[in-house]
Nanobody
Framework: QVQLMESGGGSVRPESSLTLSCEVR????????IGWFRQVPEKEREGVAV???????????YYGESVKGRFVISHEHASNTFFLQMNSLKTEDTAMYYC??????????????????????????WGQGTQVTVSS
């Protein structure tokens, strides 16, 4: 069983920065696909940033076009927590943000593209969501 504990959302002004955290709690898994998705009412969930643990593969990160150059996804191995550093926030970044994982017990992912596809169709292992509101 895997549980995800999200934190870090809030209300900020445009051009501000905010960091979201997602602690992954679970046993028996050695590697993960990890990602942040966001959703606004009446729209499809949008992939924001995806990566994976482990050193294999060459395509380590995926970022949505609207956040490239502004958002950074990272993972802290010791606490098994991953982060979304959001810089230069815009009003259009306002959404509910969800962290999600695909756990692996015996192997590791080899590309962020693979992880992105798995997360898009996954209904398991998502955080409760944290609201980010950007307004002046």
């Amino acid at each position: 069983q895997v549980q995800l504990m999200e934190s870090g959302g809030g209300s900020v002004r445009p051009e501000s920065s905010l960091t979201l955290s997602c602690e992954v709690r679970g046993e028996g898994y050695s590697n993960y696909c990890i990602g942040w998705f966001r959703q606004v009412p009446e729209k499809e969930r949008e992939g924001v940033a995806v990566t994976y643990t482990g050193d294999t593969g060459s395509e380590k990160y995926y970022y949505g076009e609207s956040v490239k150059g502004r958002f950074v996804i990272s993972h802290e191995h010791a606490s098994n927590t991953f982060f979304l550093q959001m810089n230069s926030l815009k009003t259009e970044d306002t959404a509910m943000y969800y962290c999600g994982v695909i756990p692996f017990s015996d192997r590791a992912a080899r590309s962020a593209g693979y992880c992105y596809t798995r997360l898009v169709f996954s209904k398991d292992y998502w955080g409760q969501g944290t609201q980010v509101t950007v307004s002046s």
